[in-house]
């Protein structure tokens, strides 16, 4: 079913009032008074802040004699531990609202199938939610593999919570159509197929083969998700039978 687009009360353009437009322009220095900082002072203010700043976070030293010996052998043999369980611990966290996006989406496409306002195939969304939570325990327990403690907010973990908030929000929102919500998880799959392909760089660059080729189960996974969301969001927009998932 193809989005629908209505027209209503928005007045934030400035066409809404040609009168009003005409005697802003005019007496537009008196009424808006020169803004207080030109963009080299509002750069300057970012610089101090910047120098000033702490970092996001940090990493927890290893809290079980595992961990300590997991982290240390690896560190010896010329890896960076931390980086790799920082890394996991934004995957963990991305998976996470990954897994609430899909269950907010599927929310919405119930309401709407019922209304008759859309035609996005739930049984697929389910796979797809459940596919994500399959991923978030695949993660908890490539970091306790390591030794790690998956329930750590690690700084990625941290900044991918932020990132995500604006999506959750688009989901969630109910005024949000099928089209507008299916935007937003297309955003996500794109950084989550990303984020896949980089921990699987990581972990075989740290020799982790297993945890590599477990990875890379879970990014085939996300390849489809991506087509999927993709064409979903492509026919809501533009019309046209959805083929299913490629
Ligand atoms: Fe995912
Ligand atoms: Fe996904």
Known sequence: MKEQVSTGMNRTGVQMSPFDTAALERDITSLMPPASGDPAEIARIRNDYIADADQLGSMPPPGTVKGMVATGTSALMGNEPQLLLDKLGERLAFERTGTRLYDALIDKVEALERAGSTTVPLPILIQIRDEEAQHFALVAKAIQSLGGDPTVQTPCADLAGIESAGLLQAVTDPRTTAAQALHAVLIA??????????????????????????????????????????????????????????
């Open 189 to 246: 799959e794109l950084a989550d197929n990303n984020g896949w392909e980089l921990l699987i760089a990581l972990a075989e660059s740290q020799n982790h083969d297993q945890m590599a080729a477990d990875f890379t189960a879970a990014l085939d996974n996300e390849r489809d998700h991506l087509r999927f969301v993709q064409e979903a969001f492509e026919t809501a927009m533009l019309g046209g039978p959805l083929t299913g998932r490629s």
